[in-house]
């Protein structure tokens, strides 16, 4: 693969296409063996970034979509469960992106309702998990804002709907900024800094995916909380970052870490070069560089299960291939609290210090 086929393909990694309703409840979930559920004793997991029966109920089916039961059988305390607010804008489809928006977040309240899931919507949800052991934790999420319709009352709106966490880019520019798969690079704009005020007074996470650098770097000078990347990896050295890419420089992730925010990594395969990223390995491998240059502090777990990766490594098929991971990261050196910080400790302590 050269380098333009490099950046073609993590242009296609970047769409939230071929994903199903919420009828993928009904797929078989693989099991968990007793020597995986050993694996993950002890561990805090949460997902920052997921597509949970994908929600917008695309006719395509992603395998790596995660069920509830999936992710109760690998002892998930919380996950995000995003709703696509650009989904009207893909071809063949139409609407209003803040209605759309809703009708998907409507399905996880009915997973409430049927007490499958228990929505965090405040700090006390999180401290200790005070809901039920068998509830996994809910985080209402948005990726991207084109859900907001240009209007601060429907950041409002969302907010009082239980939304904790929003993308506020996804696959189209917007009345924010400018996204990672545009040709060109633009700041934020005046509606997108009020935006990310009243998303910081409101108490909801600030998450900066799918950013072009512009806007990104906009996002991080007005933010008075951490924000955090829910889904990328390192861009491998010699590409041209200013070229379509959902991957990210050393610069950019430092942009995300100086906030006191996460960047979260994701099973995207490739080859570029000699740089190989297509086992989970080489996934830990990156995390302990993550580690030694930004600290695990800043380092979290976000899947994009759902997303429709175009390939991802071996060794991951859905987030029960998270005990291949945990395996391959303590084979590289990483510690067990390392591990433990990686898999969810810090993006839980992240949505503690934001939501209020």
């Not at 601060?152 to 996804?170: A, C, Q």
């Not at 545009?182 to 909801?204: C, H, K, W, Y």
């Not at 933010?223 to 041209?240: C, E, F, K, M, R």
Request: aromatic share 6%.
């Amino acid at each position: 693969m050269d380098r333009r086929e490099f950046l073609g393909y993590c242009v296609k990694a970047g769409a939230t296409l071929g994903l199903t309703g919420i009828s993928a409840c009904t797929t078989a979930t693989p099991g968990v063996s007793q020597a995986d559920r050993t694996e993950l004793t002890g561990l805090r997991i949460a997902d920052a970034h997921a597509h949970p029966h994908q929600l917008h109920g695309s006719k395509s089916y992603d395998p790596t979509t995660p069920t509830v039961e999936m992710m109760k059988r690998v002892g998930m305390s919380a996950c995000s469960f995003s709703a696509v607010g650009d989904w009207v804008k893909y071809p063949g489809r139409s609407g209003i992106a803040h209605s759309d928006t809703q009708a998907q977040l409507r399905k996880v309240r009915a997973f409430e309702e049927h007490k499958q899931v228990h929505v965090i919507r405040h700090t006390p949800d999180l401290q200790a998990m005070a809901f039920p052991a068998d509830a996994l934790g809910a985080i209402m999420a948005i990726e991207g804002g084109d859900a907001l319709e240009d209007s601060i009352k429907l950041l409002d709106s969302f907010f009082e709907d239980g939304v904790r966490l929003i993308t506020v880019l996804h696959d189209h520019n917007n009345a924010i900024g400018v996204n990672q798969r545009s040709q060109t690079d633009g700041p934020l704009t005046r509606f997108g800094i009020q935006v990310i005020e009243r998303m910081n007074a409101l108490g909801i996470v600030v998450d900066v995916a799918h950013a072009k650098t512009k806007t990104l770097q906009g996002i991080v000078d007005v933010s008075a909380a951490p924000v955090i990347d829910s889904h990328t990896s390192l861009l491998p050295s010699g590409s041209n970052p200013s070229r379509p890419t959902r991957l990210r420089t050393w610069a950019e992730m430092e942009m995300v870490a100086k906030t006191g925010g996460l960047i979260c990594t994701w099973p995207l395969a490739y080859s570029v070069g000699n740089q190989q990223r297509t086992t989970v390995k080489h996934w830990a491998e990156e995390v302990l560089q993550m580690k030694t240059r930004l600290g695990i502090e800043h380092c979290g777990l976000g899947t994009d299960g759902g997303g429709d990766l175009p390939r991802t490594v071996e060794g991951w098929d859905s987030i029960s291939s998270l005990p291949n991971l945990i395996g391959a990261m303590k084979e590289v050196g990483l510690s067990q609290e390392d591990i433990g910080a990686y898999a969810g400790g810090n993006f839980l302590r992240i949505l503690t210090k934001c939501i209020g």
